[in-house]
């Protein structure tokens, strides 16, 4: 009997997980332990913790940690109070390994306390490259795990080339790519209305013949300009003559200024293209992509998901730096100018779709992979 | 004007910092920002804080965390509470770099801290390979760090096989060499009278014909075996015919283990040859060594300086695992026959010196390079 | 020389700090050490920090310890945090004495955290009694204080009763009654467009014919009930034909109850009465109540500085339970006809001012005696 | 089914727990829930969680907060720690109710925590009056706390006097006088080795023929003088021609001040009367008081149980200041002189015996109490 607690800590995290917890869920000798965490929780974000429970999985512990100001300190506090928690919960639950989700700062928390714990850590989506502080926390955690799931054949040679055994690394795809399949099969057209099931605020643009879709998070290291970079993206994308689902930021430092523009854009032009949503269900999400004119911002699904699913993409600034791309990605800086250009050119042609992510069977290959692979604690730097 | 902030966490620490601090003192254009932390600040661990007062230095900020019980998520507790402490403090004092030193698990608080505030991280000493959670914890430094001063050329090797860029990254050797070279300068036999100067229990033997040192930490991920592998090291130390100086273990979780059972071999056996000691002054140490017949544990001294010192070394289990040794070093495991024959074979044979750790002058290197280096808070993966 | 901390944690408690510090300041031997803290740091509350700054003092140290979420454990984790900085912030400052206001939750984390450091403790506005929590934690102060400031003579009297020693006992009166004092001097209406000075969202009624003030906040062991309990003040205010300028909530748990309900009710009715507003310097405050028709909901001005104003108000609910009252207040529970009822008698009769809570000169008062009481930080019961 | 949440945090609690554990462990409707923590879960203070576990009782959970370091801001960290873990703790077991016991500054933790998750809270031998720090947090307990058991009748009327409703309020003795009379119980002499059974360090005189008893704390407040204050009462005890058993001081702060001398004077002087002892068994410990000449120091045991026993006791400083004494305690201060004097005088009469602290049945009064007391969780304040 393995006991795997699985540590989400937020939509993105959740999504992937999703296809791994369905694989996991009937096999016999392994007992499911959720643990979800940060703005999993929390009602702006969307409260994934209700969904979770939704979707018939059962939470064994909360662990809340989101602070409620934007001192540059907070990321910092943050990790402390979730690894108080993360390490007392460990400790006393004992289980035979931890699973964590990609590159979030705020997985460094679990996977620190089950470091010092001395337990067996899996590593879902390392190896890859990014800009910024996220480059740091996902090597970091690299180094603190013990097995690792790279999604791509270039991620799992970064991981080698970090030191890591290659007896412990297995290259499975990246399972966000798994949901996007299975989301658009047999689908022809949205099927359902966005504005009756989620709401929202702005105006109700009707989207029938097309409409673009906007994510700009915020860049922990850029905090201070989100407020400016968000504004060059409001000036490209209302120029832009389609309907326009714009999605409110997640919860990094740097939030407030986003959502500020944001808010005022909306009072001020009270644009009849705009419309702004907080949160969706990710199947519902991944529809809207697929039958989407393109999408702009730093979301990495333009990345990933769009890459299989062949939707254009603009990607904006350095949130995405470093990852690889598929032929369906044009990148631009902070630019209103930029952004427009780029889009009306990865829109004019034809875009081939890529299994550089995965081929839709991560999932599964992860669950075989976690009931099976020989559970190690320590480490030996491999020299190349 | 560069303000530097330096963390001490440990006597281990301070001993490497010394020759840097010492160089670094009378350069204009440095502010100097001493951090004083954990084990540094603690009467049981020989309060290094008073010693560097004493040197001259003045101490910019204490910061506590070490807590009184022996459970498993003690270091994750620990850390919990450094890293709100760390990141709140360099919010405040905004340092331009953070400087940490080595492998012991607390250095993570200040490198996590100074990670998301995007301060520059100055990695001393990493690169080097050894067993256990250090080799965790080390690599994840790494990851987190900017730039880097390892020690050997090997050390050097591994961090630029991890992907860190070359420009960042600085050879200067160990400051504990330096420390070591200016210690022996000139002396001819021991400088002081141990006993008068340290006091300490147990018997106090004439050790003016010879004698021999033991150094054993606990290992964090074998902590619960810690009293068991001492009781191998008392027994083979007990055979050996000469006067011991037996230093007792750091903070590390499992030393209670240690600890206890030093107390009673102490009681009940009243050995003549046996004398304890808590903490020495890092020269005092050193010249110990220097007119040593050997010594025994697991310090990392043994490999270290003793390479230089060219004394013979007998290293007991893991926790030196991997690093690189020079040809005074015997490695054994737990097991007092296998220390004893070791020790014999070891203190037979002429050593050789060796500078694979250091020439005698890292401190002056790194003083020279925290002056000038070009800061980067950002960090790019470099594909071999 | 002395030097006093003056904790400062929440809009309300600056309010009353703000007489105190023009009087404090011009002192010699006084070194004032202003901790800026909790919601008073925090954007959507107003943040008092700026202007604390714009009024020319200086903050010593700003702690943050707000959390985003809305478990139950929120507040007791929040005092675990302030706690933490508190006891670290008075350890390093070593201030001759504290002073605390009032009874929000946050000012136990400043009181014990000087109780520990034996530092004198002074707690303004001690002795009233209300319901819930507040009851708990103003005399949990009181019985962890050294030095007693209360602002009514029957708050005197129940100090006394608690055992405490009347030489340490000053009443003073309150000093909010000395900003309503000086706020509405020589004023005969609204010197400020509340529209264009403040925002907010809603309509924005014509109110020079006269206004109402709505400013319900939740009660912290009802927090659950939030929700239901405004929709009945919204539906007792809607009636009320007259404009309404409604403030949202303060941080207490149970804070998302109230304002989602106005979210929607302001969404979904678009009424062309109410206008919301945030946070208000408060100054500018109590000339809107005191040139207002009447104040409703659960807010202490109502009670307070109402009664020397001879302001109508309807107090709804606990949260001013046991407040000594002028002859300005009816109370009410959560029932939108008695909120309605209530609100037509009081303002269909002549209002008498009270000085109960004050005559204007608590400030002054407050001031000196800091400078001169004894300091003392152990107690004695006194038994009646 | 009523779910009550034990908190123990000390040996000193634990022994008056127990009668109170023995008499609910049966009750059907009862379900006991015990906390575990602070010292009682340490290794150095006698670890009392595995007594608890040996007398039959399980643990519902540990709660770890005890620093390692000697700085003034210990307390209020190990507050902060420990509000945290107490808080999330009781928001997820949601008791029916929490009992806490006597004045130790950790009581404050669950206290608070249980206050505002408006769980209601049982505060045993409440208003009772000393010196020091443990006056301000008793009181404080009593003014958060819902229902009261004090154990005498003065200590019930100060409780009154404070405010708080009779309703709530409930003379029980105090259970440690069960424990007393239990152990007594027809014996004739002490019923167990005391050095065979406990070890401890330093001579071991023969008892057979009578002894004394020394037990000094540290007092919290005046813990720079903690070393001072112990070589006095060194002196004084030198001089009494009897064999000694001395017990280690406790964990508050101030005790390394304490434990330096004891260790210094046993090595300088190896007096032949002195024998040191860590800690005993409750039962044990009563029994030699009982079978002892008399009692030094400043323990509450010489002023509660030896009341009931009839055992001469010199109360030294402060640390029982305002206690109320039967007449076996004579009361002095820090020094040799008077504190030598004080003994031969108290042991040269006759002590008549008193029930002033209970009756030896407080432990079936207050099990019959929790089982079936109103629950409250609000408060009011009743003026005389």
Redesign the interface.
């Known amino acids: 009997m393995r006991k795997i607690s699985l540590v989400i800590t937020a939509r993105s995290s959740y999504t992937k997980y999703k296809t791994i917890l369905d694989n996991l869920i009937n096999k016999k000798n392994i007992k499911i332990d959720i643990v979800c965490s940060g703005s999993a ?3 702006k974000f969307g409260k994934v913790e209700d969904e979770i429970i939704k979707d018939g999985f059962k939470i064994g512990k ?1 662990i ?1 940690f ?8 907070r ?3 943050e ?3 979730a ?6 919960y ?2 006393e639950q004992k289980p035979d390994m931890v699973t964590v989700m990609a590159d979030r ?1 705020e997985i ?1 928390a679990p996977t ?2 089950a ?4 337990i067996p850590i899996v590593h879902i989506q390392g190896g890859e ?1 990014s ?3 996220d ?2 926390v996902r ?6 795990s013990n097995i690792h799931f790279p999604a791509t054949t270039k991620s799992m ?2 991981i080698i ?3 890591e055994n290659k007896k412990n690394i297995f290259k499975t795809g990246c399972p966000s790519i798994d949901i996007a399949k299975r989301t658009i099969k047999n689908k022809k057209k949205l099927s359902f209305d966005i504005y009756k099931k989620y709401g929202g605020v702005g105006s109700f643009p009707n989207i029938e013949n097309g409409y673009i879709i906007v994510m700009q998070h915020p860049v ?2 850029e905090n201070k300009r989100s407020g400016k970079q968000i504004i060059e993206t409001l000036k490209a994308v209302s120029k832009i003559n389609k309907p326009v689902i714009w999605f409110w930021p997640n919860v990094d430092i740097g939030t ?1 200024g986003i959502s500020t523009n944001l808010r005022i854009f909306r009072e001020k032009t009270k644009s009849k293209n705009f419309h702004f949503i907080k949160n969706m269900n990710p199947y519902d999400f991944l529809e809207l992509v697929y039958f989407s004119n393109g999408i702009i911002g730093n979301s990495s699904c333009a990345i990933r998901e769009c890459s299989f699913l062949g939707i254009p993409a603009v990607n904006i600034g350095t949130r995405q730096n ?1 990852r690889e791309r598929g032929p369906n990605v044009i990148d631009v800086g902070h630019d209103h100018k930029e952004i427009y250009k780029a889009f009306n050119k990865i829109t004019s042609k034809k875009i081939n779709k890529s299994i550089i992510y995965g081929d839709g069977n991560a999932g599964k290959r992860i669950a075989d992979k976690l009931e099976k692979v020989i559970l190690v ?5 491999i ?2």
Chains 1, 2, 3, 4 share one sequence.
Do not use: C, R, W
């Open positions: 929780l929390i009602d909360k809340n989101i602070l409620d100001n934007d001192e540059d300190d990321p910092g506090k990790l402390s109070m690894i108080f928690n993360f390490s007392e460990f400790k700062y460094l620190i306390s470091a010092f714990l001395n490259l800009g910024n502080i480059e740091k090597h970091a955690v690299t180094k603190l040679q970064n080339q970090m030191g922990t290291d407030d470093n604690s320590t480490k030996k730097f020299s190349l």
